[in-house]
């Protein structure tokens, strides 16, 4: 099928069967919903054994030979793209959208609709809550920050309003079986009674902890499953790992249909690039494992290894909705875990509020010692 032919085989998905109008998918179902007429569109499910087959994680050679464009037909598809002039971020827009602003620095997103060849997600996890209720965390999130500026309430309803954008962000998750020898000691707490004299001359006894030490070794060994890495430069695995707390066991095999009303960044860190931030979690991982199998009340890990085996991943899309607002000259970044609607966000502090805070909580010590005579 020519690429013509596709993309006008997914607008037709994307259009309301009784009047033709778009639709846009209705978070935490699995309908699409037509703004004009207002029919419910079902997105059509896959079984279990169809799910589980789509979803199997591929072999990270297999990417390998795709990003080289051996297995093409497979992996790849083209869609369009619109890319922000200021901070670089790709986006995958519907075709219907002409104006928009960025979600990752709030600019203007100057929107030039172009075809680029990009590889096809595995799955993606749906969005779970609706714009509505995204709106009102952020708004309940706003009135708990302590120490912000009193205007900031005003700056976050004002750009969060039209700034709240709902998005999808690319992962590589990969699994791996993980065997790893090490060397180290394990140190056990054991108390020696000691007599020391007080300043008055009188004297006592007191415990002193030690640690008596012992060399170990030993061998642990463990399946690793869907380390999470975000493939997006604009937003930082620091912050990726703060939204972190996705069900997996929602994911559903990638279909366009669940896109639709919302914004798509493509891969921008391949599969590579993300394995070598993956090796560092299964590197912490790997030594809370020795440090469990060493025991005791203290261990030192002297030496260990990591035998990877196994190696899977699959690319898959995970929903945030974002907002960014500009406070005096200076950008911040507000997440929202689509899924579980939890907000997590970047924000100022009111210097006035820290400094008469801090000097109040002077004045009291001082007049409470002054008070006690100490």
Known sequence: MSFEDKTAEIK?????????APLHYLPGTSFMLCSYCGAKNEIPQMDVTQLTLNLTPIPIEDYSAALANKKVDVLHQETEIASCTNCGASTTLDSHIVSTNCPFCASPLVIDHHTERVIRPNALLPFGIDYKIALANLKKWGK??????????YVLDAHSVNGLKGLYIPYWSYNAFVESEYEGERGDYYYENRTVRDNDGKTRTIQERRTRWRRTSGVVSGQLEDILISASTSLSQSDANKVNSWNLEKLVPFDEKYLSGFLAQTFQKNHQDGFELAKEVIDQEVQYWIRRDIGGDEQRI????????DVTLRYILLPLYMSSYQYKNKTYSVLINAFSGRVYGARPYSFWKIFFLVVTILIVLAIYFATTGS
């Open 12 to 20: 037709k998905n994307l259009q309301c069967a009784g009047c033709g």
């Open 302 to 309: 002297r030496d260990y290894d990591m035998e990877l085996s």
């Open 144 to 153: 708990t920050l302590w120490f912000a500026p009193n205007d900031l309430k």
